[in-house]
């Protein structure tokens, strides 16, 4: 039912990426197939559900925030492609990275070592653009009848709140991989996740609820109700994913175990884990990071201990806990097909499996 | 005179910048740093002089655009930025580009490779967050009593017109510089020139314009009358910089000579004198590119080559062309004070010697 849902509004976006005339005059032509990749590629097209269910919840025209929806999907992606050159991720959702599919395609007319270059020089290039792409359609609610004090406003969230929180959080995340993972705090982890993935959620629910209520009021008791919603569901969305990486079932989550551990990352369980471990199993667990690969057998010995130093149970009922939040948050709406649909989407991203 | 009047902008810019309270919550402070960099190191401030001006000389109230002449300034900077990046260029305006600013930062900590890495990092981001912050300045212009339907418009105008242009000009740009200088041809290296320089000078009077006639019609005939301007102005400006890289005078210029021809960029000079060039004058020409260092007898061979083939002429000619075209297209305007600031930048820009 919420995957049907969700399989809707993904279609929408797809609509609307597809027929959008931005991406027309981009030249040369690998660049403006480059900007339309991951856009086009549907992810969980989580945020857009959460843009025109919110403004939904509030009784507001659902076709006013459809442009303001796809917009938040394209601002994903921007953040995604810039990410994965910096993280030097050569896959996204099952298909090459952006940098890489440009690499690839280089690599017909230049050297090796050129067409490395060329592909990070138009993935920065292809993600700068569809920043401005994102801008673009927000901007564009104004053809949905949303107007343009408010329009203007949801523009400046974007710039002012979003920008300046997601890019920070992606600093602090570049920056923790250089750190020794014994001098990253579990609270800078967590303030870190919240920068990084809560900013844009929180963006998500306020646009629209603003275009719903036509206010530009963020301090509005409904918007914050929202916002409260929208930062324990990114928070325990997070916690669910890293668990997963561990402690999941291979084969349902579609990724290899531990690859966490192998990237010595600093996710919240990790982080726990090592807080509340001594001695010989604090070494043992320090020792697994940065391996290049963790076979079925160490991933037990990993599993077993993050149970025994009691992280796995903190994080489960932290994510219960703000699940739980989240729920509560919602609480105080008329019960509409929108709140079932909120509730719903809660539900399922704490309890999925991949 | 001029150059007062032009200072006269560069102090009301940096005073707006570094007041402005975008950066301040950046994180980590590095990252803040690395924001800034750039446009506090003032330049010559042409673009917003673009923005102030034609407000003015439209009789439209200059303070209104202050905001939006410091977005074009921020605007300009990201993409230095993130061009200094993809050319792997270590100086800007004298000092650290801002990628090896962050890695000298980083070396006190890090391994010389991770730091260079570093660098290319936060470099990317900090680029990102200007992009932001930019959008973000022109949209407080609502405070300065531009109404919110223009700002509106002329946010669109940054995201539709000028991204994608000047983002399209830069990938050309990088294209070329794969590709064996003989296939690019001079009209490509025109075009390339328009997108990635005239797009933001476009930009820039538009803004002013549109501020000052209240009016969101980019089809306004002062409006097409101001974009002539800058049109011509910003190929004329790029055409005197690529002869005073050759022609100049190594002093006044502050920059070594012959450097475009050691790293083989496609200037409208150099592909002017390939096409004319034949036989073994052409390959002498070709010869020189890419090499190490160019020295004083060097430079005069390939002087007297591109003045041999009739280039020189013919970029001095077209400049001259374009100067006058640059008047002409300001003739129709009351002739106010505004009016004469522009008509001496023009003149300025190209009869400078740095």
Known sequence: MILEELNNISNLITEIIRSDDFPEKIEPLQLREAVLSYPLRAGKRLRPALVVWSCGLLDGDIKQAEYAAA?????????????????????????????TELKNFAKKNYSSQNAEKF?????????DLQHAWAMNLLLKSIHKGVPSGIVANLARDLCEKLSRELISGEALDVEFSYKDIKD?????????????????????????????????????????????????VGIAFQLRDDWLGIFGDAEAFGKPLGTDICSAKPTLLLQTSLKYLKGDDKAKLLNFLGASRISKKELEIIRSLMRKSGAEKEILDKTHYLQHQAEKSLSVFPDNEYRKLLLDLNNYLLTRNK
Do not use: C
């Open 184 to 232: 990253v705090s579990p609270e800078e982890v967590e303030k870190m996740m919240y920068l990084k993935t809560g900013a844009l959620l929180n963006f998500s629910v306020t646009t629209g609820a603003k275009i719903a209520l036509n206010t530009d009021n963020s301090k509005d008791k409904r918007i914050q109700k929202l916002v409260e919603f929208a930062t324990a």
């Open 71 to 99: 917009a938040v999907e394209v601002y994903h992606n921007w953040t995604l492609v810039h990410d994965d050159i910096i993280d030097q991720d050569d896959v996204r959702r099952g298909k090459p990275a952006t940098h």
């Open 119 to 127: 592909g990070t020089d138009f993935g920065i290039l292809a993600g």
